[in-house]
Every structure is written in structure tokens, then in C-alpha cells.
């Protein structure tokens, strides 16, 4: 991989749009946990829906040799500037790269690497590795049920918040979703204590928010284990005590409609064992996929939503760029 600085864009001797930096996604082998989770087949996401976004026909997004997915800022001589999952920015020859078609939904695996595991359970399942198995399994649901999609963490590395979205600006997907499972101070709860945010300004992505908590809980409340929750479940707004605005990153610089989902608490033990099993994996992936299946052909308003919630403390130190280091793009 060659690093570039953002200059290099200079380079560009055509007249194309350049995609908002931060760098994103990928089409990487998953890596197991040391659970009986089962990682899907190695089968990339189908993303046979609608046709390339191109300007003077450059592609939008693409997919590098070693299963990288990338937003692609500029183009000359043969040759794009695109952005990283550090968000930096590489030069990657265009005949090294397979345009990625307009997808329907992009699906975002929270956290990745060495540092940004998320959160671990008492059975050793890092996050990381089950919201990246749960994208996976729910990518090729969704290609069965013909809607085009693609992840955006495909492999065990840190992406960064600018990466994640300056995909999602290039693809321009009608839903982001970022999947994620919920640890934090836990006491004893009569229902599961499943969250999905929403963008506190965005109608379109409280009602996806609210289609999947609907969705989820119908799936996991049949099951017989001893609840935990945090925050109250619903659907609703994480918002910052000093502006107002989303305390997540990844859904207040998003401009498309976008939504973070925890389901489940991998910190509580019951949990983590049940979430480490293809029967509950698979549970939370049809619920999800039927919720985005909902969001793109009904107008079902969804349910469980509540008032925002309002956060005086950072919500995380990760996503940032520091200390990060790119996958091989194989360029």
C-alpha cells in the first residue's frame, strides 16, 4: 500500500466529485472467537442491486485485491486516490479495482483490532468478532432476499468513525446499519435489553430504529434467560449534553439515514453463551433483516421508541485515527 498525502488529490487531471474524506469498509475473511460461533461462508455480499455511482465513469467505491472495500476521492492517469479504513488516503491502480455497484444497505461491524475489541464476555467472545459474524450471515440473508448490500469491516482491524462514513457518503445507501451488542452498569430486567439508536434529526432512520427493536425483541424475548439491561430498551436518540446532537459519531456525521443497534448484552454471561451460538446469531439476523426488508418496501412506523436519552460523558475513545494502522490494500 502506497500513503499519500491529501494533496495528491491535486493529481486529478478530470473533472470528478470527490467523496467527503474518512476512509471505509471491506470484504475480508472473518475471524472466529473462541465460541461456538460459526462464521458464515466466505461468500463476499452480493451487491447486484442498481447500477455503479460514477462521475465520468469512476466508480464510487471499490474493492481492492485483498478484499478491502474502499471509497474512491479521485481519479487520473489510470490511476484512484482512495480513502483508507484509517481514513489516510492510498493510490491503488484502477485495473486493481473492482467497482462496487449502489448498494441498498451498508452494513457497519462496530469496533475491529488489536485495541478496539469492544466489549468482551466471560465466555472470551470480543464484540468485534460477533457484530462482524452478524453482518456477514445478515449480507447474504439480504442478498437471498434480493436487497444489495455491503460491509463495511470485513477483517479483524480498526477502522476509523471518517472511514465508516466517507463510505457510506460514496455508496449512498438508503440505511446504514451499525451493528453492534450492548455491555455497561447491568442489573436484573424482566425483557431484553436491546437498544437501537436513531440520528436524533432524522425521521427515516427513527423509523428503521424503531422497526428493528420491534423486530429484535419479538425474536429474543421467547428465549428463556435472565435479563440484564442498562438504559431503559427502546428505540431512540443518544444526544449530547453540550449541543444537542448525537453522542455517537457514526450516526451524527452521517448524512444518510442511519441507526447503531445493541442487541443483547455480551457482558452478561447467559447472554454471551446464547449470543455465541449460530441459533441465536441467526435469530438477530432475521430479525434485522426483516426490519430493513420493512424499512425498504413498507412505511410500518415501527415501535419502542422513547425520549432521547441525554449524555453528559464521552460515549467512547475509539473510532479516532491515532495509533491506527491500514490493512494490506494489496497495491
Same mark, same amino acid.
Given at each position: 500500500?502506497?500513503?499519500?498525502?491529501?494533496?495528491?488529490?491535486?493529481?486529478?487531471?478530470?473533472?470528478?466529485?470527490?467523496?467527503?474524506?474518512?476512509?471505509?469498509?471491506?470484504?475480508?475473511?472473518?475471524?472466529?472467537?473462541?465460541?461456538?460461533?460459526?462464521?458464515?461462508?466466505?461468500?463476499?455480499?452480493?451487491?447486484?442491486?442498481?447500477?455503479?455511482?460514477?462521475?465520468?465513469?469512476?466508480?464510487?467505491?471499490?474493492?481492492?485485491?485483498?478484499?478491502?472495500?474502499?471509497?474512491?476521492?479521485?481519479?487520473?492517469?489510470?490511476?484512484?486516490?482512495?480513502?483508507?479504513?484509517?481514513?489516510?488516503?492510498? /493510490? *491503488? @491502480?484502477?485495473? !486493481?479495482?473492482?467497482? %462496487?455497484?449502489?448498494?441498498?444497505?451498508?452494513?457497519?461491524?462496530?469496533? &475491529? $483490532?488489536?485495541?478496539?475489541?469492544?466489549?468482551?464476555?466471560?465466555?472470551?467472545?470480543?464484540?468485534?468478532?460477533?457484530?462482524? /459474524? *452478524? @453482518?456477514?450471515? !445478515?449480507?447474504?440473508? %439480504?442478498?437471498?432476499?434480493?436487497?444489495?448490500?455491503?460491509?463495511?469491516? &470485513? $477483517?479483524?482491524?480498526?477502522?476509523?468513525?471518517?472511514?465508516?462514513?466517507?463510505?457510506?457518503?460514496?455508496?449512498?445507501?438508503?440505511?446504514?446499519?451499525?451493528?453492534?451488542?450492548?455491555?455497561?452498569?447491568?442489573?436484573?430486567?424482566?425483557?431484553?435489553?436491546?437498544?437501537?439508536?436513531?440520528?436524533?434529526?432524522?425521521?427515516?432512520?427513527?423509523?428503521?430504529?424503531?422497526?428493528?427493536?420491534?423486530?429484535?425483541?419479538?425474536?429474543?424475548?421467547?428465549?428463556?434467560?435472565?435479563?440484564?439491561?442498562?438504559?431503559?430498551?427502546?428505540?431512540?436518540?443518544?444526544?449530547?449534553?453540550?449541543?444537542?446532537?448525537?453522542?455517537?459519531?457514526?450516526?451524527?456525521?452521517?448524512?444518510?439515514?442511519?441507526?447503531?443497534?445493541?442487541?443483547?448484552?455480551?457482558?452478561?454471561?447467559?447472554?454471551?453463551?446464547?449470543?455465541?451460538?449460530?441459533?441465536?446469531?441467526?435469530?438477530?439476523?432475521?430479525?434485522?433483516?426483516?426490519?430493513?426488508?420493512?424499512?425498504?418496501?413498507?412505511?410500518?412506523?415501527?415501535?419502542?421508541?422513547?425520549?432521547?436519552?441525554?449524555?453528559?460523558?464521552?460515549?467512547?475513545?475509539?473510532?479516532?485515527?491515532?495509533?491506527?494502522?491500514?490493512?494490506?490494500?494489496?497495491?
Amino acid at each position: 500500500m502506497r500513503l499519500v498525502p491529501l494533496l495528491a488529490v491535486l493529481l486529478v487531471a478530470c473533472s470528478v466529485e470527490v467523496a467527503p474524506p474518512p476512509g471505509d469498509v471491506v470484504a475480508v475473511p472473518a475471524t472466529t472467537s473462541s465460541t461456538e460461533a460459526v462464521v458464515p461462508s466466505t461468500a463476499t455480499p452480493s451487491t447486484t442491486t442498481g447500477s455503479p455511482t460514477t462521475t465520468i465513469g469512476v466508480p464510487a467505491a471499490g474493492t481492492t485485491p485483498t478484499g478491502v472495500v474502499v471509497p474512491v476521492r479521485s481519479s487520473a492517469e489510470g490511476r484512484y486516490l482512495v480513502g483508507t479504513p484509517c481514513a489516510a488516503a492510498a /493510490v *491503488v @491502480a484502477a485495473g !486493481l479495482l473492482t467497482p %462496487l455497484p449502489q448498494v441498498d444497505v451498508l452494513l457497519d461491524p462496530g469496533h &475491529g $483490532g488489536e485495541v478496539e475489541t469492544g466489549a468482551i464476555g466471560p465466555n472470551g467472545v470480543r464484540e468485534a468478532d460477533l457484530n462482524l /459474524v *452478524v @453482518a456477514r450471515k !445478515l449480507a447474504a440473508v %439480504l442478498d437471498e432476499r434480493g436487497i444489495g448490500a455491503a460491509i463495511s469491516r &470485513g $477483517g479483524d482491524y480498526r477502522m476509523a468513525i471518517a472511514a465508516r462514513v466517507e463510505l457510506a457518503a460514496a455508496l449512498r445507501p438508503a440505511l446504514f446499519v451499525s451493528i453492534h451488542h450492548n455491555a455497561g452498569s447491568i442489573g436484573p430486567a424482566d425483557e431484553p435489553g436491546t437498544i437501537v439508536f436513531h440520528q436524533v434529526d432524522n425521521e427515516a432512520s427513527r423509523r428503521a430504529a424503531g422497526l428493528a427493536y420491534e423486530e429484535m425483541v419479538a425474536a429474543f424475548e421467547p428465549l428463556d434467560l435472565p435479563w440484564v439491561n442498562s438504559f431503559e430498551p427502546g428505540a431512540f436518540a443518544a444526544i449530547r449534553a453540550s449541543d444537542e446532537r448525537d453522542a455517537y459519531g457514526v450516526l451524527r456525521r452521517n448524512d444518510v439515514p442511519a441507526i447503531l443497534t445493541e442487541a443483547l448484552f455480551i457482558q452478561n454471561g447467559p447472554e454471551a453463551e446464547a449470543l455465541a451460538t449460530d441459533e441465536v446469531q441467526d435469530l438477530e439476523v432475521e430479525a434485522l433483516a426483516n426490519a430493513i426488508e420493512r424499512f425498504l418496501t413498507t412505511n410500518d412506523p415501527g415501535s419502542g421508541f422513547r425520549e432521547p436519552e441525554v449524555y453528559d460523558f464521552p460515549v467512547s475513545p475509539t473510532g479516532g485515527t491515532a495509533g491506527c494502522e491500514d490493512p494490506d490494500l494489496g497495491t
